[in-house]
């Protein structure tokens, strides 16, 4: 579906970082069946990963880990029939596809500090994570200013608070990368101001 993407504020400005964008971390596509789903990226020869993640959870991933250390994580609701707060239930019934998208970087909290003074509407800064069946743990910070915040061309900001390799695993898809995402959107304008403030300026191409 196409993103509905309301104006900014005018006095919208670029955000003068003291921490870093590191690059893109992963995207999330939203399927009906993981089982599925991972036959499928399989059959085209990706090598799908699940991650020893331990306990219950009304969700179920796979991850598609890439040379670059960015990976696409297959994202499904065990029962999708079951309500849930879980901010990409509403979009269950627009189909499979993709839903979100990350960008990695050194601290969330300065970040959504920048992005509020910047006035892009952003969350508060939150952790999560899970517990790995071998004990470890892998923990991150996160800061939406994406979906869940109204403006789903937005990205959400994510912090490794625990070691990388925890949460995403070596990749055995060498020589693949993200290249970059396209966003559709009802208004290029709209969408504009919020990503060129945290981004910086882009450009047009045919």
């Known amino acids: 579906p196409i993103s509905s993407t309301p104006p900014l504020p005018k006095?919208?400005?670029?955000?003068?970082?003291?921490v870093k964008i590191r690059g893109f971390d992963h995207t999330i596509i939203l399927v009906h069946s993981i089982e599925d789903a991972s036959a499928n990226f399989a059959s085209m020869g990706f090598d799908v990963?699940?991650?020893?993640?331990?306990?219950?959870?009304?969700?179920?991933s796979r991850l598609i880990c890439l040379a670059d250390g960015s990976?696409?994580?297959?994202?499904?609701?065990?029962?999708?029939n079951?309500?849930?707060?879980h901010r990409w239930y509403p979009l269950v019934g627009n189909g499979e596809g993709w839903v979100d998208y990350s960008l990695s970087c050194e601290a969330v909290a300065p970040f959504a500090d920048a992005l509020k003074t910047a006035g892009i509407p952003a969350s508060e800064?939150?952790?999560?994570?899970?517990?790995?069946?071998d004990g470890r743990a892998w923990k991150v910070g996160v800061v939406e200013a994406g979906f869940g915040i109204g403006r789903?061309?937005?990205?959400?900001?994510?912090?490794?608070q625990a070691p990388r390799e925890n949460r995403v695993p070596p990749s055995r898809n060498q020589g693949l990368?993200?290249?970059?995402?396209?966003?559709?959107?009802?208004?290029?304008?709209?969408?504009?101001?919020?990503?060129?403030?945290?981004?910086?300026?882009?450009r047009a191409v045919p």
């Open 71 to 80: 990976y696409l994580q297959l994202f499904a609701f065990i029962d999708q």
């Open 11 to 18: 006095e919208c400005r670029r955000v003068e970082l003291s």
């Open 177 to 202: 990368t993200t290249v970059g995402a396209t966003l559709v959107t009802d208004s290029i304008e709209n969408c504009r101001p919020g990503l060129e403030a945290a981004l910086g300026a882009g």
């Open 49 to 60: 990963i699940k991650r020893p993640d331990a306990g219950e959870s009304e969700t179920d």
């Open 82 to 85: 079951k309500p849930s707060k």
């Open 125 to 133: 800064p939150r952790s999560g994570g899970k517990s790995l069946v």
């Open 152 to 160: 789903p061309t937005m990205p959400f900001f994510i912090e490794d």
